[in-house]
Nanobody, 121 residues
Framework: QVQLVESGGGVVQPGVSLRLSCAAS????????MGWYREAPGKQRELVAS???????NYEDSVKARFTISRDNAKNTIFLQIISLKPEDTAVYYC???????????????WGHGTQVTVSS
């Protein structure tokens, strides 16, 4: 069973930094693009940032200055460093990945269960 597990969320004050982690485990032959999405109350889930296996990154414009996505291929893990957190960053942050179980397997998409980030004074 392939799964993604996010961690690092919590309740924080505005202005602080936070680092989210997402680890993939299970039978994985190839782990491709991984990404972070967030879903704020009453809003649709949106892509925050993604990273390819070779380290190529993509960011949603509004978070470019404060969010940094990184990846450790040896550990099948990605990270999201967020600085200067704002109340509007409050959301459930989900990890997503495309992977293949074997050399002849079709690519599949998997989601984690999410980690809550609440920014409040």
């Amino acid at each position: 069973q392939v799964q993604l597990v996010e961690s690092g969320g919590g309740v924080v004050q505005p202005g602080v930094s936070l680092r989210l982690s997402c680890a993939a485990s299970g039978r994985i032959f190839h782990l491709g693009t991984m990404g972070w999405y967030r879903e704020a109350p009453g809003k649709q889930r949106e892509l925050v940032a993604s990273i390819d296996r070779d380290g190529t990154t993509n960011y949603e414009d509004s978070v470019k200055a404060r969010f940094t996505i990184s990846r450790d291929n040896a550990k099948n893990t990605i990270f999201l460093q967020i600085i200067s957190l704002k109340p509007e960053d409050t959301a459930v942050y989900y990890c997503n990945a495309d992977y293949r179980r074997g050399i002849y397997s079709l690519p599949q998409i998997i989601w984690g269960h999410g980690t809550q980030v609440t920014v409040s004074s």
